[in-house]
């Protein structure tokens, strides 16, 4: 939790679960949402480590007098949903819960962690704790905090918060979430379609915005934000009907949707809440899928490998029996459930070569193409391609060129910078789009916790800097450097069909770009901090080890 977790402020009671990530070797770093953190804090804890592995399935109670480690044969098993009903039934029905579905159990490489209808996603963090048997975490407390001026606080926050009120980007985001962004993208090019193979969509209006908004019964968010940016769906007609989820928000639509040139939003919904309830990573699952559907339309796998499935673009119906098959590693699941670049580099026959990821983790919902600089931030993330770290805001307003591949290294190094302070303060990445600015945040840092260093913002940001900079070097230790800092050979070397203005377009200078992106952080050109930078940000402490690993 950040310091300003619990409290009455907007979009900051989210929590970091950090590890290192089972699918890319690299850190793992998944800031989510729900209510679950300010009700740890509550009970008294910022955080939990958990170190070692339970030998048989357990959970973690957590209330005022302490943490008991229980046991949890009888929730094993169980999707997530189950879990936490059950684990309300015994401990009452305010109990916050945070648990691991069937595909963590099963130590798919993608799984995540679920507080309701929030989810800890991307890097595997999930996988972690099935690896160490922990099914769920349980938490019972009530608040308030307590903080160090608790009167000026109040005063300053009720103020942001009427500020922020009436603001367009914050009501866009109450009324649609996310998937606002779907046609806009499509037109630029930006939302990949089949694998990345292009970028254009026939009948994509079915599942975008406006179709989804037709279907939404109420929002739901995160704890104490006004904006709640969670639209939950029901599908009401058709073999799905009934379906709920939380979503998709614009990444789902994609990867689940869009990618797999699915335009059917009964089942995109449904298989939405299908890995809610199994612990699935939407993005990786969707992505692998789409990497399975283009190795079956090129004949380097056929319905022999695919335990009889027919993956052909378009079809959902294979990709609900998939996202079952891999939460239960069951057949050619199995595989799946190993991510593009492990599936690939065991199927063979040039399979590499449609793995779309980078470190490991598969891509967003972001052609890098068709918007460079944020293709330099997939291929620079520490934890992976991911979009949650760092956004090229300007380049996707088209404040800035989209296409040119210069002058790009400072602005992707300051994207990183400022997400990894709001990951820092544990705040919402949307925090700039509903307008809660740097100022209001360290004049609310200040008031809660009394530290008057925080009134600079740029002391703040620092710390953000820091923490991107030792993300880094983590990885140096295991073994990154420059030649992870890529993008698939797709976008390196293939023109990008039908894409609207990024039509042919391929990324032709990354090397140009990692210089300036090195050289804006402080990094040699092999992409790893200098002793100098690291001194700068008071990291003298990992200077010896960083010396060890870069002989
Ligand atoms: S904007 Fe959405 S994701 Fe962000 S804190 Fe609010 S409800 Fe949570």
């Known amino acids: 939790m950040g310091p300003l977790g619990a409290t009455t402020a907007m979009s900051v009671s989210r929590m970091a679960l950090v590890t290192k990530s089972p699918l890319t070797g690299a850190i793992a770093k998944s800031v989510m949402g729900g209510s679950f953190g300010a009700f740890l804090k509550f009970a008294g804890y910022d955080g939990i480590i958990v170190e070692g592995e339970a030998d048989k399935p357990v959970y973690l109670h957590i209330d005022k007098d302490g943490i008991n480690i229980l046991d949890a044969v009888e929730l094993w098993g169980l999707d997530t949903q189950q879990t936490h009903q059950k684990l309300r039934e ?6 916050q819960v945070a648990c691991i579905g069937p595909a963590g159990e099963k130590l798919v490489r993608y799984a995540v962690l679920i507080s309701d209808l929030r989810v800890g996603g991307r890097t595997g963090v999930g996988t972690v704790l099935g690896a160490k048997k922990i099914k769920a975490f349980a938490v019972n407390s009530s608040g308030p905090l307590s903080l160090h001026d608790a009167e000026g606080f109040n005063k300053l926050n009720k103020e942001i918060i009427e500020g922020l009120k009436a603001g367009q980007g914050r009501i866009k ?6 998937s606002f962004l779907t046609l806009g993208f499509e037109k630029n090019g930006i939302f990949p379609v089949k694998n990345f193979q292009e970028g254009h969509l026939e009948g994509l209006e079915k599942i975008s915005e406006e179709a989804l908004a037709g279907i939404k019964i109420k929002n739901d968010g995160c704890y104490g934000c006004m904006t709640k940016c969670g639209q939950v769906r029901q599908v009401t007609e058709g073999p799905y009907k009934g379906a709920v989820s ?3 928000d614009y990444e789902t639509i994609w990867s689940l949707g869009g990618n797999l040139a699915n335009t059917d939003i009964g089942a995109l919904i449904a298989a939405d809440s299908l890995c ?13 899928i789409g990497f399975a559907y ?18 052909n673009w378009g079809d959902p119906a294979p990709m609900m029996t998939l996202l079952e098959k891999i939460s239960r590693r069951d057949g050619f ?8 670049k492990r599936a690939a580099e065991k199927i063979g026959k040039g399979a590499q070569d449609y793995a779309i990821q980078v470190k490991g983790l598969e891509l967003p919902a972001y052609e890098p193409r068709a918007v460079k600089g944020y293709g330099l931030i997939l291929a620079t993330a520490n934890i992976g391609a991911s979009h949650m770290y760092g956004r090229s805001r300007d380049e996707l307003a088209g404040k800035k060129d989209k296409l040119t591949e210069v002058d790009k290294g400072q602005d992707a190094a300051q994207a990183e910078i400022l997400q990894a302070t709001q990951d820092s303060v544990v705040q919402c990445s949307f925090s700039p789009v509903t307008g809660f600015n740097a100022q209001q945040r360290s004049q609310l840092l200040v008031t809660a916790t009394g530290f008057k260093e925080f009134a600079d913002p740029a002391y703040v940001e620092k710390i953000g800097e820091r923490t991107l900079c030792l993300e880094r070097c983590f990885n140096v230790r295991e073994g990154f450097d420059r030649k992870d800092d890529t993008l698939p050979k797709r976008m390196r070397t293939e023109q990008l069909k039908d894409a609207g203005p990024a039509t042919g377009q391929v990324f032709k200078n990354l090397d140009g770009l990692l210089d300036e992106f090195y050289d804006a952080l402080g990094y040699t050109r092999r992409g790893i901090p200098s002793e100098a930078k690291l001194k700068e940000l008071g990291l003298d402490w990992v200077v010896k080890d960083i010396k060890k690993f870069t002989k």
Do not use: C, W
């Open 333 to 340: 699941g199995k595989l799946l459930g190993e991510g593009t």
């Open 173 to 178: 985001m109450r009324d649609f979430g996310t």
């Open 246 to 248: 939380e979503g998709p």
């Open 90 to 95: 015994k401990h009452g029905k305010s109990t």
């Open 294 to 311: 283009e190795l079956y339309q090129r004949g380097i796998i056929t319905s022999k490998d695919t335990d009889g499935l027919e993956l």
């Open 276 to 288: 809610d309830k199994l612990g699935l990573d939407t993005v990786s699952a969707g992505n692998t």
